[in-house]
């Protein structure tokens, strides 16, 4: 059984920093793409970031540019998504959520997801 297994979150000032972590298991994602997902309280999901297989080719939403940085580990099947120090903001408040496997960011859709962690960021 395929899991993906969310940690990092947590209660955060704004201005802090955070590193978000996605444990894959039951099956290796090295050669399927990656990515991180948000949902606000009353607000659709939207897509944060994604990382090709090989780590080589990433992509942001606007909102986040410049602030995340998306990494992945094959060896350990395992994804990050650092949310860097003086960057958090309060609209950043939302459950991430990890998904892995035909991550498309437009249709907000992929093959395989994880449960989520819950950010929030103080004012």
């Known amino acids: 059984q395929v899991q993906l297994v969310e940690s990092g979150g947590g209660l955060v000032q704004a201005g802090g920093s955070l590193r978000l972590s996605c444990a894959a298991s039951?099956?290796?994602?090295?050669?399927?793409?990656m990515g991180w997902f948000r949902q606000a309280p009353g607000k659709e999901r939207e897509f944060v970031a994604a990382?090709?297989?090989?780590?080589?080719?990433?992509?942001?939403a606007d909102s986040v540019k410049g602030r995340f940085t998306i990494a992945r580990h094959n060896a350990k099947n395992t994804m990050y998504l650092y949310l860097q120090r003086n960057s958090l903001k309060p609209e950043d408040t939302a459950v991430y959520y990890c998904?892995?496997?035909?991550?498309?960011?437009?249709?907000?859709?992929?093959?395989?997801w994880g449960q989520g962690t819950q950010v929030t960021v103080s004012s």
């Open positions: 998904a892995a496997g035909r991550v498309v960011a437009t249709t907000r859709r992929a093959d395989y």
């Open positions: 039951g099956r290796t994602f090295s050669s399927s793409s």
């Open positions: 990382i090709s297989w090989s780590g080589g080719s990433t992509d942001y």
